[in-house]
């Protein structure tokens, strides 16, 4: 009797034609998932089971699984030959002690010698006649005894549904550049993204040596956290140091924050092209900050020529941002207490609605065109 898991995919029979690539592509997320683990993973009848793995593993197969864009569920099994006897070993060992249950049997097999209802009336049966101290109670139980007939000659014997990520798989919904700070927002908004499958690269700005070496390493800390939703990411890291050097020694300090964010969204951009990324995406959300008002929005979108922002935290509350972030992972990364660029020169009043003509006029003091190519010159890029 050899222990297997099953694992049930999502929103991917939604997609008619397509479901073949589809489905290449989650079984190639999975084998990455659990790169480095005994294991092999075999497709059968619209879901997939993975065998042959180390039960000291199982945990964490389990973990990585429940990582893994478009796994609808997954259940651990005892897998046994297509025999009454056998079945129920099997489902002798995932029988609660006590308690109010019922069989449920799925018969992909035709040909077997019972129909599931016979099956589950009969395994039922001689689960009660061995234990005094469970019931039948089809309509409120307590547990499932799930029996699964295969074509193959085999059945698989299990209790639980563990509920899985969700989402498609990544890589189905093209590539996004996720701006990455080293807060808490950020990466929360990539993984929302990820779930719809896309695939994501990030990029972080830094202003070294006003901000130091460990909140770099936080950011790497965090994009590694997200490489784990979405099969590795590429971080690219560039300096903004001489951009907030020049904003602050030419314009107007109270556009600091205003100004930087243009430049980012046009640094982001021009990198995304580089590399095949069809969106950015950034953590923002309204009014958390005095730069996310909609007119701060709107004076850094401006600047944005081809791709689209996504912005899927737009309408969250920072609690609930807050508790994606601690589901995720990466919370206790996120408040560590490193300095992001944005606080180095930070205004003692920032302004809120920044008017975009006031805006340009602060900008048109600054070489807008050479402080691009020149931070894009500071491009480093770190594969994870
Ligand atoms: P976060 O928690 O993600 O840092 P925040 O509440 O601190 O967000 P802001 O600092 O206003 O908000 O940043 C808004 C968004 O701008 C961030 O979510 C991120 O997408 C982007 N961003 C801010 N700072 C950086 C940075 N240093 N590098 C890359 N992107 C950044
Ligand atoms: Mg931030």
Not at 32 to 57: A, P, Q, T, V
Not at 145 to 156: P, S
Not at 245 to 258: A, F, L, P, R, V
Not at 321 to 345: L, M
């Amino acid at each position: 009797m050899d222990r297997v898991i099953i694992v049930r995919y999502s929103e991917l029979h939604l997609k008619g034609k397509n479901r073949g690539w589809f489905e290449r592509v989650f079984a190639v997320n999975m084998e990455k998932s659990l790169k480095g683990i005994k294991h092999e993973i075999h497709r059968h009848s619209g879901r997939y089971l993975i065998e042959n793995f180390c039960e000291s593993d199982i945990d964490i197969i389990l973990d990585r699984l429940g990582k893994v864009f478009g796994i609808h569920s997954f259940s651990v099994a005892l897998k046994v030959g297509a025999d009454m006897a056998e079945i129920f070993e099997a489902a002798k060992q995932v029988c609660f002690g006590k308690g109010k249950f019922k069989v449920e049997t799925h018969r992909a097999d035709k040909t077997f010698c019972l129909n599931s209802m016979q099956v589950s009336s009969e395994i039922g049966g001689r689960l009660l006649d061995e234990n005094p101290l469970i019931k039948v109670d089809v309509h409120n139980p307590e547990f499932i005894v799930n029996i699964d007939i295969r074509e193959n000659g085999t059945a698989l014997v299990f209790n639980e549904f563990f509920k899985g990520a969700g989402g498609m798989p990544v890589g189905t919904s093209g590539k996004g550049m996720l701006l990455i700070s080293g807060g808490i927002d950020s990466p929360v908004a990539g993984h929302m993204i990820a779930k719809r499958g896309m695939t994501i690269d990030c990029i972080h700005f830094h202003s070294y040596p006003y901000t130091n070496l460990q909140a770099r390493e936080k950011v790497i800390g965090l994009a590694k956290q997200l490489s784990t939703y979405t099969c590795g990411t590429t971080l690219n890291i560039v300096s903004v140091t001489k951009i907030q050097e020049q904003i602050h020694s030419k314009c107007n300090g109270d556009y600091m924050i205003t100004i930087l964010r243009r430049f980012m969204m046009r640094i982001a951009e021009r990198i995304a092209l580089d590399c095949g990324a069809q969106c950015l995406i950034t953590g923002e959300s309204i009014a958390q900050v005095a730069s996310q008002t909609v007119e701060g929005i709107t004076s850094s979108n401006s600047v944005v020529k081809v791709l689209p922002v996504l912005r899927p935290l737009c309408g969250f509350d920072k609690d609930e941002i807050i508790e994606r972030s601690r589901a995720i992972g990466t919370y206790q990364t996120s408040i560590e207490p490193y300095e992001d660029c944005c606080t180095v020169f930070l205004p003692k009043h920032p302004v809120t609605r920044p008017k975009l003509c006031d805006v340009l006029v602060e900008e048109e003091k600054l070489d807008v065109q050479g402080l691009v190519d020149e931070a894009v010159s500071t491009l480093e890029i770190i594969s994870l």
